[in-house]
């Protein structure tokens, strides 16, 4: 007889430990706004399928961060609703951090979480650049829209801005 695996329990991830280039992400996260992007039926022999894409603004007590929702996941991100994304990929769109859930993933109603979102930190409007050095690939920060606004890059570079 095969011996049964026993499954690992997930670690969870916070949103601002969240990196380009990651994936394995459990996380539970808030919905703050949801916005569909593309709606659109398509036609695959006989039958027509629906494509829809949805930009949701999640977050937990550590930041905000922009999930890309897709097809059936699009139904279960309504404003205010605590879910909570398994198997999680940061996916990077025009320099800047998304995070999504593929078919490899899945996305689960929670029951509503207690934390409040922290909506001063939206790592999605952080810009990255992608170098290449030596032949290797390499996320490089450029700058956080937000807090080069208010005078204050210490959360990115772990220092302050100094007076100009």
């Known amino acids: ?67 890309t929702a897709r097809n059936e996941q699009v139904d279960l991100m309504k404003q205010g609703t605590t879910v909570t994304l398994r198997n999680a990929k940061i996916d990077m769109f025009k320099g800047s951090m998304r995070i999504a859930v593929d078919k490899w993933g899945r996305v689960e109603v929670d029951k509503p979480a207690s934390f409040t979102v922290k909506e001063d930190n939206n790592l999605s409007l952080i810009e990255y650049e992608l170098n290449k050095v030596n032949s290797m690939e390499r996320v490089t920060l450029i700058y956080a829209t937000s807090d080069l606004q208010k005078g204050n890059v210490s959360s990115i570079l772990g220092k302050k801005k100094s007076g100009s």
């Open 1 to 67: 007889m095969a011996e049964s695996k026993s499954l690992r329990k997930p670690v969870f991830t916070k949103v601002d430990q969240l990196r380009p280039g990651t994936s394995g992400h459990t996380l539970t996260v808030k919905i703050v706004s949801t916005k569909m992007v593309l709606q659109k039926g398509r036609t695959d022999g006989p039958q027509v399928r629906q494509m829809r894409i949805a930009e949701c603004l999640v977050g937990d007590e550590t930041g905000m961060i922009i999930f």
